[in-house]
C-alpha cells in the first residue's frame, strides 16, 4: 500500500474555490443591482416606469383618469424631465451643494405645476386643458382662446385676407401655443400664492430668512414669465397687422420663442449663427413630433373602432401597434422637452456671461 498514492486533494480543491467565487460575485452582482436599479416591476406586476415612487403615483393615476393618448405623452415627458432634474438635484445634495434649498424649491414647484396642468392637484380647473395643436387641419370653427385679446386679434387677422390658408394654420399655431403659455403661467402663479399662504406661518427668523429668499426667486421667475407673455402677445400683435415676411426664420411658435430669446440676449453674431442652426434641426424635431402626436391620436381612433367590433385578433394587431406609437412618441416627445430645456438654458447662459462682462 505504500507505493499506491491518493489523488492530489489540489485539483478539487481549486475547483471548489472557483465555483464559490462565482457563487460570490453572481451574488453580489444581483444584491447590488436590486439596490442601485429600480425594482423591475410594482405592486401589480406591472413594470415600473420611473425611479421616483411618487412619479409612478402620478403616472398610475394619470392612466386611471383616461387622459387622451397625446396628453399621455405630454405627461409621461414632462414626468421624465422632472425625473431627471430630481436625480440631478440628489446628487448636488450629496456633494453639499444647493444649500439655501432653491433648487429643492424650485423641484417642488415643477412638480405642482405638472399636477395642476394635468388636472391632479385635486382643484377643480375650469381652464380647459386640451391643445389644439392637432386640430389645425380640422374645417369645424374652434377659434375661441379663452382671451378677449386674443380673440380680438384672430378674428381681425382671419378677416384681413393677409394671410394665405397655410399661413393662418400657422399663425393659428402661434395663438394656441401664446394661450398655453398664459395657462402654464396662471398655474406658476397660483402656485406660488399656496407656497406664500404656507410660508407665513414661519417660526424660526433664520429659517424665514431663507424661505423669504425662495419667494423672491420665485416671483422674479413669475416676473420673466409675464415679460415673455407681453412680448409674445406684442408679436402676435405685429403679425396679425403686418403677416408673415418673406425671411421669416422659423415656422414653429417654440422654436421662434427660443430664436426671440436669443436675439434679445446680447449675444455675438458667431453665436447667433451657431444658436440658429441648432434651432433648425430643433424645429425639424418638433415636425416630427407634431406628426407622431397626429398620427398617435390616428392610430387611437381606429383603435376604438375596431374593439366595437370586437374581433379578436384585429384588436390584438392594432393594439400593438397604438402601443408601439405611443412608446415612440413617448420617447420622442421626452427628446423634444430636453432640447428645448437645454437650449433655453444655453441661451440664458450666454446672454448672462455677456451681461457680466
Keep these: 500500500f505504500e507505493h499506491m498514492t491518493c489523488p492530489s486533494p489540489v485539483f478539487p480543491l481549486r475547483y471548489l474555490v472557483v465555483a464559490l467565487c462565482l457563487g460570490a460575485c453572481a451574488m453580489a452582482g444581483k444584491y447590488s443591482r ?151 403661467y396662471n398655474i406658476l402663479m397660483d402656485t406660488v400664492s399656496r407656497t406664500e399662504e404656507i410660508h407665513k406661518n414661519v417660526i424660526s427668523p433664520l429659517e424665514g430668512d431663507t424661505k423669504e429668499h425662495v419667494l423672491h426667486q420665485k416671483h422674479t421667475e413669475l416676473k420673466q414669465k409675464m415679460r415673455d407673455l407681453n412680448q409674445g402677445f406684442e408679436r402676435l400683435r405685429k403679425l396679425s397687422h403686418e403677416g408673415f415676411t418673406e425671411d421669416s426664420e422659423f415656422r414653429e411658435p417654440r422654436v421662434i420663442e427660443l430664436w426671440e430669446a436669443a436675439k434679445r440676449a446680447n449675444l455675438s453674431d458667431d453665436e447667433l449663427d451657431s444658436i440658429k442652426e441648432e434651432l433648425h434641426h430643433f424645429e425639424t424635431k418638433v415636425e416630427k413630433h407634431s406628426h407622431y402626436q397626429e398620427q398617435l391620436e390616428l392610430s387611437h381612433q381606429k383603435l376604438q373602432h375596431v374593439e366595437a367590433l370586437g374581433d379578436k385578433e384585429h384588436i390584438k394587431r392594432n393594439k400593438e401597434k397604438y402601443n408601439t406609437l405611443a412608446e415612440k412618441t413617448r420617447e420622442m416627445s421626452y427628446k423634444m422637452k430636453k432640447h428645448m430645456q437645454d437650449l433655453s438654458n444655453k441661451i440664458s447662459q450666454q446672454g448672462l456671461a455677456h451681461n457680466e462682462l
Excluded at 386640430?135 to 386674443?150: G, I, S, V, Y
Design 34 to 184: 436590486e439596490v442601485n436599479e429600480p425594482k423591475p416591476s410594482g405592486s401589480d406586476g406591472q413594470t415600473v416606469e420611473f425611479r421616483i415612487a411618487k412619479l409612478n403615483q402620478v403616472w398610475e393615476k394619470a392612466k386611471r383618469m383616461q387622459l387622451s393618448p397625446v396628453r399621455l405623452t405630454e405627461l409621461h415627458s414632462d414626468l421624465k424631465i422632472q425625473e431627471k432634474d430630481e436625480m440631478q438635484w440628489k446628487k448636488m445634495k450629496v456633494e453639499g451643494l444647493d444649500e439655501n434649498g432653491e433648487k429643492e424649491a424650485q423641484l417642488r414647484r415643477n412638480f405642482n405645476v405638472i399636477l395642476a396642468k394635468y388636472g391632479m392637484d385635486g382643484k377643480r380647473d375650469t381652464r380647459p386643458l386640451e391643445s389644439n395643436y392637432l386640430k389645425d387641419h380640422d374645417t369645424k370653427e374652434a377659434d375661441a382662446f379663452d382671451d378677449p385679446r386674443l380673440d380680438k386679434l384672430w378674428n381681425k387677422a382671419k378677416s384681413s385676407g393677409k394671410f394665405s390658408s397655410e399661413e393662418l394654420l400657422s399663425l393659428k399655431r402661434e395663438f394656441q401655443h401664446h394661450k398655453d403659455k398664459i395657462h402654464e
